[in-house]
């Protein structure tokens, strides 16, 4: 079993649609959770950032970890042909920072 | 801020020959540096951690003696990819940590190394 799951779609969906993005992880002793953003052939671009359970937002798009739960989820509002890309899910523990990625989720936004 | 750049963006070499990528953070100081490859539709896979002044951190199965990892400053570190094999050919990231927030990595743009 992987330590970070995430289903590698890919996830189509019509402009302007609600889109909710999903990684589910082993380890409970994550503690730091982040979502990044990465375009075809280039690097990965943070989206967002989020410290133990909560929700977070920040325009257009907001961050969920339910610990419990051991789930984290990125959702987009008011979804554009630009938001078409990867996303990956990447977490870590306290001590070591070394972040562990999900395989990233494959969206496509239809005009 | 938190910019980080890679340098070449593109190569192509011959097989055997060794290849620098230079990874650098641009407006902050990074304690850390991170080196990654990727392969097509694929994740990123994390093939060592160097902090500045010492030696780098590997994780199992990169060879260290293959991927020489140099981090003289705290605004550069260097991969090099020695005797590359065709098998080598792939996407190359670093990232960096730094900046205002301790706890995230800021990634380059990537290097795509094709071995011939």
């Known amino acids: 079993q992987k330590e970070v799951e995430q289903d590698p779609g890919p996830l189509s969906v019509p402009e302007g649609a609600i889109v909710s993005l999903n990684c589910t992880y082993s380890?409970?002793?994550?503690?730091?959770f982040m979502w990044y953003r990465q375009y075809s052939r280039k690097g990965p671009e943070l989206l967002m950032y989020?410290?133990?359970?909560g929700n977070k937002e920040d325009g257009r798009f907001t961050a969920q970890v339910d610990k419990s739960s051991k789930y984290i989820s990125l959702f987009i509002r008011d979804s554009q042909p630009s938001d078409s890309a990867t996303y990956l899910c990447?977490?870590?523990?306290?001590?070591?920072?070394?972040?562990?990625f999900g395989s990233g989720t494959r969206l496509l936004v239809r005009p | 801020g938190a910019v980080v750049s890679q340098h070449p963006s593109w190569v192509i070499c011959k097989s055997g020959t060794s290849v620098k990528i230079e990874c650098r953070s641009l407006?902050?100081?990074?304690?850390?540096m991170f080196w990654y490859r990727q392969f097509p539709k694929q994740s990123l896979m994390l093939m060592a951690t160097?902090?500045?002044?010492?030696?780098?951190?590997?994780e199992q199965g990169v060879e260290k003696d293959k991927f020489l990892i140099n981090h003289a400053s705290l605004t550069l570190s260097t991969l090099t990819v020695t005797s590359a094999h065709p098998e080598d050919s792939s996407f190359y990231i670093c990232?960096?940590?730094?900046?205002?927030?301790?706890?995230?990595?800021?990634f380059g743009p990537g290097t795509r190394l094709l071995v011939l």
């Open positions: 990232s960096a940590r730094g900046g205002r927030s301790q706890e995230t990595q800021y």
């Open positions: 380890n409970s002793a994550f503690q730091y």
């Open positions: 989020t410290y133990s359970s």
């Open positions: 990447a977490m870590s523990e306290d001590s070591s920072y070394k972040l562990i």
């Open positions: 407006d902050f100081q990074a304690t850390t």
């Open positions: 160097s902090n500045e002044g010492s030696k780098a951190t590997y």
